[in-house]
């Protein structure tokens, strides 16, 4: 996975010298409302910054960790991590508010749009911010897993006096997402703490754990993974990104989920090529007469995003009988 240096060396030099601009604005941005209080708040500027003055801060982490290596340090963070980062002090939430760190984060998070267009849709919507750009624009992300939990009534087997026995099942599905556009896709009874140790690319077979593609257009995600075997059969996606607070982005409604047939030729199509193969379908179309086109929608709850250091302590690792109801909100 390519790093957010590698997004920032691929700007072209044409919109590097208006990021120049805006940065340098940046930095000499008045604060008129801090003088008020006699406070001297200075955010950490890159090394070699034209707005680099000898200054010395009272604060000893300050005076023990120089600037630039600051600086550094903010540039490999997370977005999540340098939310809670700028929660610190004053300074470190004016340095994290500058414009390179978002920039990165964003041309990580939307890649497959490209940089020109994302520039574009920089200055038509968003005022130029990109941490304006971060928190309002809907996105997929990519640091834990969509979960789905869901459960049916099955009626079981009666033996001796026990007269009409019912069964709860409970079952998930799990989803994540990267930024190149791929996802991975798995169906499972297992509690997520098991389930978060092995959805990557290097998983075995054995795993049953599915990858496809998917394309982001608005808030709307449509997603699709091609099932091999003697029948192989298509399972084609549509969501709705939601978020219970501003850039959440921490909850998928589920617009429709349909598993139709594959002639031979689109069967034979290459997996990357198999959401292309199916846009445009129908939600009953199928092109094999043996495996009819199926909704499972019915009784489908939304789709929660459980960050990966929250995967162990979960509430969705709890058992059916310890946890009768589930709201996701």
């Known amino acids: 996975m390519a790093s957010g240096s590698d997004f920032a060396s ?9 990021l120049r601009l805006k940065t340098v604005n940046y930095f ?6 801090l003088d008020l209080y006699g406070v001297n708040v200075r955010p950490v500027a890159p090394f070699g910054s034209a707005s680099r003055r000898p200054y010395v801060d009272p604060a000893l982490i300050h005076r023990s960790l120089p600037d630039e290596l600051l600086f550094e340090v903010f540039a ?6 340098l939310g809670k980062a700028s929660c610190v002090c004053r300074k470190w939430r004016y340095t994290i508010r500058n414009p390179l760190f978002w920039r990165n984060a964003c041309l990580k998070a939307w890649q497959i749009s490209g940089i020109v267009e994302n520039y574009k849709t920089l200055q038509s919507k968003y005022d130029g911010s990109w941490r304006k750009m971060w928190l309002l624009r809907p996105r997929l992300r990519t640091d834990g897993l969509y979960v ?19 069964h709860v099942v409970c079952y998930f599905r799990y989803m994540r997402f990267f930024p190149s556009g791929r996802f991975l896709y798995k169906n499972s009874s297992q509690k997520i703490k098991d389930v978060a140790k092995c959805m990557n690319f290097r998983s075995s077979k054995a795993d049953c754990i599915f990858g496809g593609h998917y ?8 997603a699709a993974v091609l099932y091999p075997g003697m029948r192989p059969t298509v399972l084609r996606i549509r969501l709705r990104i939601r978020g219970t607070t501003t850039g959440a982005n921490n909850r998928m409604d589920l617009i429709s989920l349909v598993t139709s047939g594959l002639n031979n030729s689109e069967a034979n199509a290459h997996e990357e090529d198999i959401l292309g193969v199916v846009e445009g379908w129908q939600d009953d179309e199928t092109h094999n007469p043996d495996v009819p086109a199926v909704s499972h929608k ?15 302590t979960s509430v969705l690792n709890l058992p059916v009988e310890k946890m009768d109801y589930y709201v996701p909100g």
């Open 10 to 18: 691929a700007v072209s030099s044409e919109l590097e010298s208006v």
């Open 28 to 33: 000499v941005t008045r604060r008129p409302w």
């Open 76 to 81: 490999r963070m997370t977005p999540y991590d």
């Open 148 to 166: 789905s939990r869901n459960t049916y009534i099955r009626v079981g087997v009666a033996e001796w006096k026990i007269t009409n026995p019912v």
């Open 215 to 222: 394309t982001l257009s608005d808030d709307k995600v449509e």
């Open 298 to 312: 019915r009784g489908m709850t939304p789709f929660v995003f459980v960050p990966f250091e929250e995967v162990e």
